[in-house]
T-cell receptor
C-alpha cells in the first residue's frame, strides 16, 4: 500500500463547476497535510495546508481533513480553465519536515 | 525575491560521466531536500538535510550523493549516472516547523 494515494485521473469538469480531489494516507500518526498544484513542466506550488479535522477555506479552495478515515480532499469552486493542472497531495508524517507525496491527480477544466 | 534556484534546467549526459546539479536558497531555510519525479510514481525523496553538515537518505538514494557545507547550498551529485536516473529533479526547502516546501524550477536530466 502506498503511503499517500490519489486517483491519477484525468478528472474533467466544466468551467464553473466544483472539482473534488481526493487523497488517502496510510500512516495514522500523520500530522500535517498539504495540497500542491503543478502545471505541466513546472515545479509544485503550495496552495493549501491543513492540520486539524474539518474544513479550511481559502478563496475558491477548500481543504477537508478526516483523520479517523485518513482522508484529505480539496474542493475547487467555480473551476476555471487556469485551474487545469496536476494536484499533489502531501502528508508530513512526524512533524520533522519529511513530506510524502501522492502521484497526483490531473485536472482538466473545460471552457 | 525568495526562491530556490536550481541549475542547470536541462542536462543531457552520457553514462558514467560525473555531474552535479546545484541548488541554492535565499530564505535561510534549515531543511532542504531532493526529489525525483517520474510518470506514475510521483515525487520520491532522494536525500534530505535538516541543517548544515546533517544529511540523510530518503527513499531512493542509490546512485546519488549530497553535501551540505553551507546553509544555502545543497548540491546533488551523480558520480556515475546511468539511464535509469533519467528523470525530472526538484530541490525543495522549508523553514523548520513550517512544513510547506518551496520548490526550485526543476532539472530535467537525460542520461544516454
Amino acid at each position: 500500500q502506498k503511503e499517500v494515494e490519489q486517483n491519477s485521473g484525468p478528472l474533467s469538469v466544466p468551467e464553473g463547476a466544483i472539482a473534488s480531489l481526493n487523497c488517502t494516507y496510510s500512516d495514522r500518526g500523520s500530522q500535517s497535510f498539504f495540497w500542491y498544484r503543478q502545471y505541466s513542466g513546472k515545479s509544485p506550488e503550495l496552495i493549501m495546508s491543513i492540520y486539524s479535522n474539518g474544513d479550511k477555506e481559502d478563496g475558491r479552495f477548500t481543504a477537508q481533513l478526516n483523520k479517523a478515515s485518513q482522508y484529505v480532499s480539496l474542493l475547487i469552486r467555480d473551476s476555471q480553465p487556469s485551474d487545469s493542472a496536476t494536484y499533489l497531495c502531501a502528508v508530513n508524517k512526524d512533524n520533522n519536515n519529511d513530506m510524502r507525496f501522492g502521484a497526483g491527480t490531473r485536472l482538466t477544466v473545460k471552457p | 525575491e525568495a526562491q530556490v534556484t536550481q541549475n542547470p534546467r536541462y542536462l543531457i549526459t552520457v553514462t558514467g560521466k560525473k555531474l552535479t546539479v546545484t541548488c541554492s536558497q535565499n530564505m535561510n531555510h534549515e531543511y532542504m531536500s531532493w526529489y525525483r519525479q517520474d510518470p506514475g510514481l510521483g515525487l520520491r525523496q532522494i536525500y534530505y538535510s535538516m541543517n548544515v553538515e546533517v544529511t540523510d537518505k530518503g527513499d531512493v538514494p542509490e546512485g546519488y550523493k549530497v553535501s551540505r557545507k553551507e546553509k544555502r547550498n545543497f548540491p546533488l551529485i551523480l558520480e556515475s549516472p546511468s539511464p535509469n536516473q533519467t528523470s525530472l529533479y526538484f530541490c525543495a526547502s522549508s523553514s523548520w516547523g513550517e512544513y510547506g516546501y518551496t520548490f526550485g524550477s526543476g532539472t530535467r536530466l537525460t542520461v544516454v
